[in-house]
């Protein structure tokens, strides 16, 4: 976020609110490239152990290796597109709402720095909940299918 930020800092046609909005939507988006893999081999361990489960994979680092070995590295990032599509908007609202909250209850200290920040991410789920519940079908697919 903060390296968003510098990037927008000078922007002369930009107002407060929509630098942190695209600060915070370009925060989002570089942590898609991380956090993608991630996800995909949860939702594959998840679908794995449950009931009736096919119980290939031992762990994750396993189940990891499985997605590599059989369908190549960039299957890791099945889900991608549709992970940016919930991680840029929601994490732009996030900023915006964290920032005007905290200026709005900065006299309450912690207090006040407490609720900016659980009713952002109460906010910032309503925005990313749709997006999420995609990434989840695309991500828990059978390896299989493509």
């Known amino acids: 976020y903060s390296h968003g930020s510098r990037l927008l800092h000078d922007s002369k046609t930009l107002s407060q609110p929509s630098k942190t909005f695209l600060a915070g939507s370009y925060a989002g988006l570089l942590s898609v490239a991380v956090l993608v893999p991630f996800d995909l081999v949860k939702c594959q361990m998840q679908v794995d152990r449950a009931p009736g489960g096919a119980q290939r994979f031992r762990n994750s680092f396993q189940c990891a290796s499985v997605v590599m070995r059989e369908q190549g590295p960039l299957a890791l990032y ?37 609720v900016a920040g659980g009713a952002s991410g109460m906010i910032t789920w309503l925005v990313a909940y749709p997006f999420d519940t995609v990434k989840t079908y695309i991500q828990s697919q059978p390896l299989e299918i493509p």
Request: hydrophobic share 40%; proline share 3%.
């Open 78 to 114: 099945r889900g991608s597109l549709v992970t940016a599509w919930r991680d840029c908007p929601s994490s732009g609202v996030y900023f915006v709402v964290y920032e005007v909250l905290e200026r709005l209850l900065s006299t309450h200290g912690d207090a006040g720095t407490l």
